[in-house]
């Protein structure tokens, strides 16, 4: 509802209400039953706006390995996909991060999610984000797991459940270049998807 209404706690609902001034007093009331819904000293000065919400944005990073983490990040970088990165060692530090994101009402762009980590794995990690959302009725975040684990039907059905959730193959092959190549084939698929729309 728009400024025409105010939220009325006798009520439990947003009311059309009234304003009137008495004793160097501004008293705002519900128009339906009279509660008093908010008091402003005339001889006060205004109360101060409240900042204005911040458009930073995050992008999560969680995977054991050190170089996995730096490339992704570094590509994340490079194609401006999130104001903010985060990166993590494994699910329990994103799971500790991210309650506090929620917390705090940070938006959240993409988590990228290796299956198999110490710890607390990527499955468990992804679920606990799911949990997280319903407690704290916030927009799921858009996982998207990375990892050298074959993508059977048990996963498949995992990222139903957990949708949306995507599953990239970073390959067994030691190869840095093609490691990299992997990397930016990813970005390229969640610039697509994700940052498109906006």
């Known amino acids: 509802m728009g400024e025409d209404t105010k939220y009325c706690l006798c009520c ?73 990165i985060m990166s993590f060692q494994n699910g329990l530090e994103l799971i500790s991060a991210y309650s506090k994101m929620l917390t705090e009402r940070k938006q959240v762009d993409i988590s990228i999610i290796d299956l198999n980590m110490p710890v607390m794995d990527g499955l468990t990690a992804a679920r606990l984000m799911r ?27 995992q990222m139903e459940n957990l949708d949306p959730a995507n599953y990239v193959n970073k390959g067994s092959d030691p190869d840095p270049d093609k490691l990299v190549a992997r990397v930016e084939s990813l970005i390229g698929y969640l610039m697509e998807k994700y940052k498109q729309k906006k």
């Not at 008293?27 to 006060?44: H, K, P, R, S, V």
């Not at 999560?60 to 590509?75: A, G, N, P």
């Not at 949990?131 to 059905?157: G, H, V, Y």
């Open 131 to 157: 949990s997280l959302e319903s407690q704290n009725a916030a927009e799921k975040t858009p996982i998207m797991f990375f990892s050298a684990e074959k993508a059977d039907d048990n996963l498949r059905r």
């Open 12 to 84: 439990g609902e947003n009311v059309p209400f009234g304003t009137f001034e008495r004793n160097e007093r501004r008293e705002t009331t519900c128009a339906y039953c009279g509660f008093t819904l908010d008091i402003q000293n005339l001889w006060e000065p205004k109360k101060p706006e409240p900042p204005a919400a911040t458009t930073e944005s995050y992008a999560l990073v969680t995977d054991d390995s050190t170089y996995t983490r730096k490339i992704i990040e570094d590509i994340l970088k490079a194609t401006q996909f999130s104001t903010r």
